[in-house]
Every structure is written in C-alpha cells, then in structure tokens.
C-alpha cells in the first residue's frame, strides 16, 4: 500500500505558521523598508533592529511563499519586494493594504478562543480586554486609529472597485452609514465629482475623518458628519452605503439599519451594502465562511450572511429589487432600490 503524506491536512492545519510569518512581516514594516530596494540580511536586521537568530529562516520563508524576491551577490543573499508586496504593501502608497494585517496581527490571538466560542455562542473579546469588541476599540484614541487603518487597508480594493463599477450618475446625495476615516466616501468622490457625500460615524473619529479628506483633497465633495446610527434617524439621501457594518449585528439589528435606510432613501434611491457576502449555496466564499467566525468571537451576534438573506430582509423592509455585484476577491456589493 503507498504511503501517502496528508499534505492538505497539514498544510490547512499548520496554516497558522504562514500567516503569523506574513503577519509579523507586516507589522515589522519589512516591505515599507525594502521598497524598490534589495537588502542583505544583515542591513535588514540593523534597520528593524533584530537580534539575527532566525532572521534567514524568516526572509528565506517570506520567499518560499513568494512575498520576496532574492538574489545571489559574492555569497550574499539580497532580499526585496515582488510586484504584490511593492504595490500592496509598502506604506504611503495609494494601494496599501498592510494596516489589514498589521490589525489581524493584533488579534491573532483572538481565534484561539474559538472552541469556546462555539461551546458557548458568546464573544470572546472579553477574555482578553473584559470589553466588547466595540468598547475596546473606542476605549484609546490609538487603538481607534489602528483599527479604522486596520479596516481602510481591508476595505480600499472592494471600495475602489465600486466607485468605478456602480452608475452613480443619477444620484446626488450619498451618506456612508459607520464611515470611519470615509474611505468608502473618498473613493467614490475620486470616481464621480458630481456627487455630495457625507460620511458618519462616532464623534471620536470625526477629526481623523476629516484630516483624511484634506488629505485626499476632496473636501469640496465629501464632509465628515455625525451619527449613532440605532439611537438617530439617518438623513435623507439619495444613495445610503455601509462598508462592513451589517456584519457586525445580529438579524433583528440588521433589520433595523435597513429599515432605517428605506425609510430615509429618496424615491428611486438605493442601499448599497460592501460585504463578504457568502453564496446561497455556502460553499464558495471560503472568506466569507470564515469571517463569519471571526463575528462569532469578536461580536455579540454578528455574522455575515448570503444575498438571498439580504433581499429577504431588503423586501421586508419595502425595497423592490435587488442585485449583486462582485468587486475585489470574495467582497461584493449587495444593492437594494427603493
């Protein structure tokens, strides 16, 4: 009988290994220093300042993924970015992804409550900070910041991917619904001049908010505004968007948020969800799936769901049809019109 090696077990079980390499990678800034240079081993380990021990294991790991390129110089290995990490993950750059993992990096630790989080159906945030998720992200003005970089660098490609696929041309007003650092608003802003938009989120973020506009140079376009969003009625609007919210709550809170975009919606207007939007079938969208758990632990009752969830829940509140859009890798559009 032939002997066979369970690769795919391991490899899916041991996972783990690779995405912490690629993780601490991140938060190191390994990429943001390498740039469109090759470093040695050792000028690597003087700039992050690093003890050496493991240091070739790590870059010769990071290559083996292909996330390095390395080349051969008089015995010496020189290590730099490949096109991917150039472009995604070198800080400053428009298409910079890594405050995602640099987050993830964060709460890593968090996924190895979910035993018990399926034992007993109840967020783990609390082992860890005696917060829920939300309480503890507001709780520093630090932790805040990192968690909305954190999520701008999730989110940009999905968002970039909307402002140019969807027809914002008959719409004029647009509110983006928990809009952090109006990432979601700039980009459509960048795509399509003519439409005003307002990006609402907590008072405690409303400075960085309005920084990242100035920064991006659409002030004239988009406006950072205030709201809490279960407690006030949203304003009226020719197009609401929410970019990773309804996730975030159970069925009956999600029913309320779209409840309260229809009602605020003008006539023809549209609700726009950006999720991981799992397929009816619950076999594709891997990402989704797992997301879902990340819900599980991090989140009261928050879980991401399937379009046919999202047109029931739509049509209850009054919308007549619906339609879904993918954008970037798993994430889609999930559009509902008034």
């Known amino acids: 009988m032939e002997t066979r090696y369970p690769e795919k077990l391991m490899t899916i079980g041991l996972g783990y290994w690779q995405s912490k390499v690629v993780l601490t990678a991140a938060k190191l800034k390994l990429f943001t220093l390498l740039g469109q240079e090759s470093l040695e081993a050792e000028q690597i380990r003087q700039k992050l300042k690093l003890h050496g021990r493991g240091l070739a294991d790590f870059l010769d790991s990071l290559f083996a993924m292909g996330l390095l390129t390395r080349e051969n110089h008089a015995g010496q290995h020189f290590y730099g970015n490949t096109p991917e990490t150039l472009e995604y993950m070198v800080e400053g750059t428009p298409r910079y992804i890594g405050g995602a993992l640099e987050m993830f990096d964060d709460r890593f630790v968090y996924m190895s409550r979910l035993e018990e989080a399926l034992r007993t159906g109840e967020n783990q945030n609390k082992a860890f900070t005696g ?5 503890d992200v507001y709780s520093t003005h630090e932790k805040l910041i990192r968690f909305a970089n954190g999520m701008t660098g999730l989110q940009l490609p999905a968002f970039a991917e909307l402002a140019r696929r969807f027809d914002f041309s008959a719409y004029q007003t647009h509110h983006d619904i928990g809009g952090s650092l109006a990432t979601l608003s700039i980009q459509l802003a960048l795509q399509n001049p003519h439409l005003r938009s307002v990006s609402l989120d907590l008072p405690y973020i409303t400075e960085a908010t309005a920084e990242n506009i100035r920064q991006h140079g659409v002030q004239e376009s988009v406006k950072a505004g205030v709201i809490d969003f279960f407690k006030e009625d949203f304003p009226k609007s020719d197009v609401f968007t ?13 029913r309320t948020l779209i409840r309260k975009a229809y009602e605020a919606l003008n006539p023809g207007g549209a609700l726009i969800a950006v999720e991981n939007i799992i397929d009816d079938e619950r076999e594709k969208n891997l990402f989704g799936l797992l997301f879902s758990l990340v819900m599980l632990i991090e989140t009261e009752g928050g879980y991401d769901f399937t379009f046919a969830e999202f047109d029931q829940l739509t049509q209850e509140a ?11 890798g798993p994430v889609h559009a999930a559009v509902a019109y008034k």
């Not at 917060?131 to 309480?135: A, E, I, R």
């Not at 929410?242 to 069925?251: A, K």
């Not at 009054?318 to 970037?328: D, H, I, N, S, V």
């Open 131 to 135: 917060m829920s998720l939300f309480d």
């Open 318 to 328: 009054g919308f007549q049809r619906t339609e879904l859009t993918r954008l970037a």
């Open 242 to 254: 929410m970019g990773m919210i309804l996730h975030d709550w159970d069925q009956e809170q999600k």
